[in-house]
């Protein structure tokens, strides 16, 4: 499936959204950037914004960044049985209105077994086989909840919350943020019925990423500290609540970050930090990673939002080489190191992290819009020392224009 505007460059984007509704000052006042920035990438004379302008001119616009990057979704959209079509009919059923419950009902182990191998897939990043599993996976796993006896209803929805949840995190990838919102929601209700607190509160700390990505930064912020402070630890705890305590520090981090609070981004980086030494060592509870390499991934995430680069790259230095980070993680951390490489002019430096990136995650990289910008910015300023054929060679793989 090919994008929805092929061929076309960040400012023609701009400008088709800015339409005759919005004139180039209006953009730029709503942006918090110069109007001449505004003019020069629709007039094609500039095409690398910083990730925060590019942000913000996405929320002046009313639109997604990712449409203004035209991130690829090579993903079957047309097909009922499998794809987006298939994923959002499954979410929609009426089934029970209907009095005919179409999954088939399957036994408790095979539904773990069912959540367990999408999570698998959601953090290798293969988006393209989640596409086809998940349709069925819903409707087998939804069945099971409403055959489930009693003693077992509990069980079933906290399968039933983790199903929803990748699947909610799988369409943000896949650029359907309304169906992803609604998925999340769904996985926030089931939770309600998990009877688990912590479950409940990182399924909360998802939403708000989901509003991070949609720009909603101040309500994401918001949602992952109230959360935090839900469950807050007291004294001694269970290793798996300091880990899900500090993952929506983490996450209220980033938020704070995109929205330019540094002050209050830098504060809860810190008592993540502390949460993390506190553990000391690296977690994987409720499919969110937490532990000191998070705490160094994200900590150079917010440097770059912010437009730190060289402290983002000082940071990164201290980011263990067995770190065990998921590879989705792992290769979100490769991109924004090349970033902040790129932004600093180390355009050598910033293409070999990118092709490490793509050795080792090659299917999560075709769904990410932060890999295809810093390789436009790339293109843009070839004449930079940079190996050429391998930077033009990345941009075809990416989708990226070079003339």
């Known amino acids: 499936m090919t994008s929805p505007m092929p061929d076309v460059t960040i400012g023609d984007r701009i400008r088709r959204f800015r339409g005759k509704s919005m004139t180039q000052q209006q953009l730029a006042t709503l942006a918090e950037c110069s109007v001449d920035l505004i003019r020069k990438l629709e007039q094609n004379r500039f095409h690398s914004p910083s990730i925060g302008t590019l942000h913000k001119i996405a929320r002046a616009l009313d639109v997604d960044t990712s449409l203004l990057l035209a991130k690829g979704h090579p993903l079957p959209s047309t097909n009922l049985d499998e794809g987006v079509v298939a994923i959002r009919h499954a979410l929609t059923s009426v ?50 909840v409403h055959a489930a006896p009693a003693d077992e209803r509990v069980h079933a929805n906290e399968l039933m919350t983790r199903l929803y949840w990748v699947t909610g995190c799988t369409l943000v990838h ?37 509003l991070l990505v949609q720009g909603r930064y101040d309500e994401a912020m918001r949602i992952a500290t109230s959360s935090a402070e839900q469950i807050e630890p007291q004294g001694d705890v269970a290793p798996e609540q ?59 995430d917010v440097h770059v939002v912010t437009e730190n680069y060289t402290n983002a790259l000082d940071a990164a230095t201290l980011m263990p080489r067995e770190n065990g980070l998921p590879l989705a993680s792992a290769a979100r951390h490769l991109a ?49 020392r940079v190996s050429t054929s391998k930077l033009f060679g990345l941009a075809k793989r990416l989708g990226v224009q070079t003339t």
């Open 95 to 144: 089934d029970d209105l209907l009095g005919d419950v179409t999954g088939e009902a399957v036994s408790a182990d095979e539904a773990q077994r069912i959540v367990d191998h999408a999570w698998g897939l959601y953090w290798g990043g293969r988006y393209n086989t989640l596409a086809t599993v998940l349709p069925t996976s819903i409707s087998n796993v939804r069945a099971t």
């Open 174 to 210: 896949m650029g359907q943020p309304d169906a992803a919102f609604l998925a999340i929601r769904m996985a926030l209700t089931a939770s309600e019925k998990a009877d688990d607190e912590l479950l409940h509160a990182t399924v909360r700390g998802s939403v708000a990423w989901q």
């Open 242 to 300: 300091l880990s899900a305590f500090g993952s929506l520090l983490i996450t209220g981090a980033t938020a704070a970050g995109r929205a330019r609070k540094v002050d209050e981004a830098n504060s809860l980086i810190q008592s993540a930090g502390e949460v993390a030494n506190r553990i000391g060592y690296n977690r994987n509870d409720y499919e969110t990673a937490f532990g000191p390499s998070q705490v160094v991934m994200q900590t150079v």
């Open 336 to 384: 924004d190191r090349a970033y902040a490489h790129a932004r600093l002019g180390n355009d050598q430096h910033a293409l070999d992290t990118l092709l490490v990136m793509e050795r080792q995650a090659p299917d999560w990289v075709q769904y990410q819009t932060l890999p295809r910008l810093v390789v436009g910015e790339l293109v843009e300023n070839h004449q930079r």
